[in-house]
Every structure is written in C-alpha cells, then in structure tokens.
C-alpha cells in the first residue's frame, strides 16, 4: 500500500523557516519524481519544486532561492526547507510521486500518481 505522511507544516511569522518532511512507502521511491505542491481554498494545485532520481530539481519562480527540495533515498523521504517565508507562501502543502513526462519530472500536478493527505503552512504578515 502507497503511503505519503507529511510533516512539519505550522503557523510563522514572516520571514521565519520551515522544514517539510514526506516520508514514504509502498513504492520505489528512488526510482520515482517527487514533488512538493500546494493550495489555497478557490485556488488550484500548483507546484513549488521537484526533484528527480538523479537529483536535479526544478522550482516554481517565486519560491527560487528560498526554498530547497532534497531526497534521502535510504530513508524514503522528501524534504523542503523553506527559508524567508512570505504570506502569499500560506497553503495546504502535498507530497507527491510519478513518473517522468519526456524524461523530465513534471510540475503540473496531474501527473503525479501517490499523494500525502497534506501539512498546513500558515504565515502571517
């Protein structure tokens, strides 16, 4: 059985940091694209950053240079650091897994096949 739990989701002031954790199982998630997406009521899935098997990532513009996706194989999770937050970063932040769309890792959530159930990130002005 597939099974994504994030982790570390909470409610800060501007400018303050978080780390996301997604540990995962029932799959082989070294083989596997991982991504970090998020929402807001009203608003669509959207991707923050990617990661791929061979480690090269791939980030939403508004968040390069402020957040940081990595992967530890060995331990089947996935992380985001998040430095600098700002209120428009407040959203419901998912886990996700799939595979690759012209071998690259995709960003838009669609082609993602596992999802966690999601961490809240609240960040007040």
């Known amino acids: 059985q597939v099974q994504l739990v994030e982790s570390g989701g909470d409610s800060v002031q501007t400018g303050e940091s978080l780390k996301l954790t997604c540990v995962a199982s029932?799959?082989?998630?070294?083989?596997?694209?991982m991504g970090w997406f998020r929402q807001v009521p009203g608003k669509g899935r959207e991707g923050v950053a990617v990661?791929?098997?061979?480690?090269?990532?791939d980030y939403r513009n508004r968040v390069k240079g402020r957040f940081t996706i990595s992967r530890d194989n060995a331990k089947n999770t996935l992380y985001l650091q998040m430095n600098s937050l700002k209120p428009e970063d407040t959203a419901m932040y998912y886990c996700?897994?799939?595979?690759?769309?012209?071998?690259?890792?995709?960003?838009?959530?669609?082609?993602?096949?596992?999802w966690g159930q999601g961490t809240q990130v609240t960040v007040s002005s």
């Open positions: 996700a897994a799939g595979g690759t769309v012209r071998s690259r890792c995709p960003f838009w959530w669609f082609h993602y096949n596992y």
């Open positions: 029932g799959f082989n998630f070294g083989a596997n694209c």
């Open positions: 990661i791929q098997d061979d480690f090269k990532t």
